[in-house]
């Protein structure tokens, strides 16, 4: 389709273009036209940056676009990328959340071009700073993001970006800011050459997991787990005092879990008479060296999932080679994806996670059982870790439950289980009991319903009484229904609700 952005070239050379119609082609996608002119005539490229102050929001994030393809065709150079990121910062903060999150890839992308002057590195600091301060959700992951780019790339600036993003964790009481100032910090530990500025942040990190905030702690203890894959450069000192801070954490009921597992892999990076990552680590290393991201389908093919797993653990590339690989027509192809994914989640970006969401949100629907399971633990850690993505599954829960589909309302139940399991709290669970008194009155989800309920029964002792009572009402109205076909399993939860409500008028559970 030909381009709505007529040229005119005037007596002398002079060229004319067309303005409404550049901004037709935005909106009707013709990104690649739009894009042609930019680069061709200067100003095409002028208008092009007056179109980012558009009123239309969808102007102004397909202008971001234009100029994102241009940036990695090596067209945006010299004084279009100066021009263009002038521009581009004032979008950050944008009202619609499509054209700042735009605004806001275009910033990262940049950044890993590492062409940007002293000044201009101090304005994107502060630019993302503010974004990140706000704690406005999704945003605020992406602009952390960028923050530890920016801090990786210019040692001149890190130090003060980190001692900012520690006295924003202290001083703020909105954990979509402490999450934010945490994945920045994480994110500069793993992408800085210098040593000095890996170990200041692990070293704070570390102090972290004496903060009062139980939320903090667990973004440290995953933090921590991630910078471990650097340990060879991590001080001994640091380590140590790490192992000391950890120790303490292992009788914790929610964080005991994770809490020894990062314990277990400092032990043995510290433990004297063996390499750094322990003998079987050593060994594992040295296997993964051997290979290059050519080789990734090949291992796969040789059931050698774990050696990619490590190398993509260890090699941005290898690991978005496994992302794209979650919508591989080969359906074992995408089964090696999760598992992968599933054992990786902590060392997801946000970008990361949030580009695989709808297609771990396809999973829930799936007729394999492990393939469900999995899914719905990699996005309750997805959730824990990034906050801003509860839109999307409020979203994704809706869809699923609204579908009545037996499967669709399975892997619903799946994820509200293992969400219970990794962020859990008396409003979520009051909630979820909400959806599970209406899938229990639908005769269509009654019985994928109770099957979950008998699976999680242990979860009942977290519930309040006054919805334990609800519960067991609701049980009590459908025992009989479908010729009986469900009375076992309600005859067993009643049981196991009395047996608490039993407990807690003795006082032995304190629950509720």
Do not use: C
Not at 214 to 240: C, D, G, Q, W
């Amino acid at each position: 389709m030909l381009s709505l952005a007529f040229l005119a070239v005037l007596k002398g050379g002079d060229i004319i273009v067309d303005r409404d119609g550049l901004r037709k082609d935005l909106i009707a996608w013709h990104l690649t036209d739009v894009r042609r002119l930019a680069e061709e005539y200067d100003r095409a490229f002028e208008i092009l940056l007056e179109l980012l102050r558009d009123e239309n929001p969808h102007v102004r994030a397909n202008a971001v676009q234009v100029l994102m393809d241009m940036l990695s065709g090596g067209k945006l150079t010299g004084k279009k990328k100066e021009l263009a990121l002038d521009s581009v910062l004032e979008l950050v903060k944008d009202k619609d959340e499509r054209v700042a999150l735009k605004a806001l890839e275009f910033i990262n992308a940049l950044l890993e071009t590492g062409e940007l002057s002293e000044e201009e590195y101090e304005r994107v600091t502060d630019a993302l700073k503010e974004v990140i301060k706000s704690g406005v959700p999704v945003i605020s992951e992406y602009a952390a993001e960028g923050l530890g780019k920016l801090g990786a790339k210019v040692a001149k600036i890190a130090y003060r970006i980190i001692r900012w993003l520690f006295s924003l964790i202290g001083s703020s009481r909105k954990r979509e800011v402490q999450g934010a100032a945490i994945t920045a910090l994480t994110e500069m530990a793993m992408k800085t050459e210098d040593r000095k500025v890996l170990n200041e942040i692990f070293e704070g990190v570390s102090d972290l997991l004496s903060h009062p905030d139980p939320y903090v702690v667990e973004r440290a203890l995953y933090s921590l787990e991630r910078m471990l894959s650097r340990e060879r450069e991590i001080s001994t000192r640091n380590k140590l005092k790490a192992i000391t801070r950890i120790k303490s954490l292992r009788g914790d009921v929610k964080l005991g879990v994770k809490a020894s597992q990062v314990l277990e892999k400092l032990e043995k990076s510290t433990t004297p008479g063996e390499t750094a990552l322990g003998e079987i680590e050593s060994k594992k290393a040295i296997e993964v060296s051997q290979y290059t991201i050519d080789d990734v389908e090949r291992l796969l093919d040789a059931g050698k999932t774990e050696i990619v797993a490590e190398m993509a653990r260890l090699d941005p590339e290898v690991m978005d080679k496994v992302l794209n690989m979650l919508e591989s027509e080969d359906y074992s192809r995408r089964l090696d994806a999760l598992w992968i994914v599933a054992r990786l989640t902590s060392h997801l970006t946000p970008s990361d996670a949030y580009r695989i969401l709808p297609v771990l949100g396809d999973f829930l629907k799936s007729r394999n059982p492990w393939a469900r399971e999995t899914a719905a633990k990699v996005l309750a850690d997805i959730y824990a870790l990034y906050p801003g993505t509860s839109k999307f599954f409020s979203s994704l829960l809706d869809t699923l439950l609204r579908s009545g589909k037996e499967k669709d309302v399975e892997g619903a139940l799946e994820l509200m289980a293992r969400l219970s399991d990794r962020v859990s709290s008396r409003e979520m669970l009051s909630g979820m009991l909400k959806l599970i008194l209406k899938l229990l009155d639908d005769g269509r989800t009654r019985g994928v319903t109770l099957r979950a309920l008998a699976r999680e029964a242990q979860k009942l002792l977290d519930i309040d009484t006054e919805d334990l009572f609800a519960l067991e009402d609701k049980l009590k109205e459908i025992y009989g229904k479908e010729g009986g076909k469900y009375d076992e399993i309600i005859a067993g939860l009643i049981d196991v609700i009395d047996d608490i409500l039993k407990m807690r008028r003795q006082g032995i559970v304190v629950n509720g």
